[in-house]
C-alpha cells in the first residue's frame, strides 16, 4: 500500500486505465484465440480424416479390381488349355490373344503372362516377357502354392522399373495347379490417387504410401516430377531389421539396390502408430509430429488388401493461420488500446492536474503576500467542474478573510493590535 501511496496521480489514473481497459481486451483475446485455434485443428483432423480414409478405400478397390482382373484371366478356357498343352501351336495363339485382350484392359498393364511351374513365362501378351524366369520372385512361389497374390513394388527383372505383380494359381478340372497367371502393372494409377491429394486439405498436405516394412512406396511429392521417382520413394520411415533385409534382396525388390543402402527418413510417429495399429487389428489412427510452425497431424489408414498404410498429414498451421493472423491482429489491437490509453491518461491528468496547480500557485502568492487578499479572485482561473468547485471554495476562504481581516481593523477598541512578533502571517498584510 506504501508503493501505491508513493506513486503520483497520473501514475495512477494511467494504471487504473490500463487495468480496466486493456487486461480484459488482453484476458477475452488470448481465450477466444485459443478457442478458435483448438476448434480449426478439430476441423482440420476431420478433414484430412475423410480425405485420407476416401484416398485408402480408393487404392484398396484399385488392388482388389486389379487382382480380380488377374483371377479371370486364371480360369479363361483359352489360358487353362495352353496351360495343360503348352507346346500346341493353336492354343498358344489363343491363349495370347486372351493374354492381349486382358492387358488391354487398363493403360497401366504392361504385361499379362502365363507362368510355368519352373518359373519360366512361356506365353505373354508382351513377347519381350518370354523366357524370363521369375521362380525367386514371391509372386511366383506364393500363387505356385494355391493362393492369389499382390506383390509390394519392385524393380521388374525386365523393364528395370518398379512395378506391382498380380499372380493368381491356374488349376485344371480336378483343382490340381499347372500354372501361374501374372500380370506386371505400373504404379501410374496408384500414383495419380496418392499425388491427387497434394494440397487437398490445405496448403502443404501430402499424402503417402508405406508398404509393411514402413517403406515408402509411393509419395505425392512426384506430382509433376515423375522422372525423379526413384530420389523420393523407397525410403523407409525406420530402420529395415536384417533379416527383413535379406528377404527384400533375395526377391530383387529394388533391383540393383539392396535394402541397406536404402536412405532412411525416420517417423518415429508414424512407426509407433501403424504397430499400435498393427497389434489392435485397428485400421484407422493418427498422430503429430514436428513442433511449433513445423507441426503436423496426420491420419493413417491401413489398407485391406495389402498391409500398406496410407498416411495423409496436413501442417497444422495451415488450419490455425486464421487463428494466428488474429493473434497478430489482437496484438496490434492492444498495443494501439495502450498507446490510446497513455495518450488518454496524460490528457486526462494534464487537464485535471494543471488548472489545480495553477490555483495551488495562486494560493500561494496570497498566501505569501504576493498578491493582495483583498484583490484576489480565484473564478479567473476556474476550468472543469473540478477546479470551478475548488476555485470557488478556495473564494469562500478570501470572503471569509477578508470579512475577518475587515472585523478585526475597524473594531480597534475590542482587538489590541498584535506586537512585530506576534503579527498575523502575511496574507493578512495589506499592501
Known sequence: MSRLGNLRFWQKVLAALLVVGILPIALVGVVSVQRTRDQLTKLGVTNVHERSTSTGNGIDAYLEARLGDIIVVSRLPDVIRYALTPTDATARSAARDALRAAADRA???????????????????????????????????KARDGTTYISDPSYSVITNRPALFFSAPIKNAAGTIIAVARTRVNLAAIWDLVEADAGSVGEGSHGFLVDDYGIRIAVSETKGQRDKADSLIYKPIARIDPDTVKKLAADKRFGQLTPDRLIVDPLPALRTELDTLRNTGGTIG?????????????????????????????????????????TVDALAVLLIAIVLSVAAGIWLTGSLVRPLRRLVAQATRVSTGS???????????????????????????????????????????????PREADAPPAIFKVK
Request: aromatic share 12%; hydrophobic share 40%; charged share 25%.
Open 107 to 141: 493403360p497401366e498393364y504392361e504385361s499379362v503372362a502365363v507362368v510355368d511351374l519352373d518359373g519360366t513365362i512361356t506365353n505373354a501378351s508382351a513377347p519381350g516377357d518370354e523366357g524370363t524366369n521369375v521362380k525367386f520372385r514371391e509372386y511366383f512361389l
Open 286 to 326: 493418427g498422430f503429430a509430429s514436428g513442433t511449433g510452425n513445423a507441426e503436423q497431424r496426420a491420419v493413417v489408414i491401413r489398407l485391406q488388401q495389402k498391409p500398406w498404410a496410407y498416411v495423409l498429414a496436413v501442417p497444422i498451421s495451415t488450419y490455425t493461420k486464421a487463428a494466428d493472423d488474429s
Open 371 to 417: 498578491v493582495d487578499f483583498h484583490v484576489a479572485h480565484f473564478e479567473t482561473h476556474v476550468g472543469d467542474d473540478i477546479t470551478r468547485d475548488v476555485a470557488a471554495a478556495f473564494d469562500r476562504l478570501l470572503n471569509a478573510l477578508r470579512f475577518y481581516a475587515a472585523n478585526q481593523y475597524s473594531e480597534p477598541e475590542r482587538y489590541a493590535l
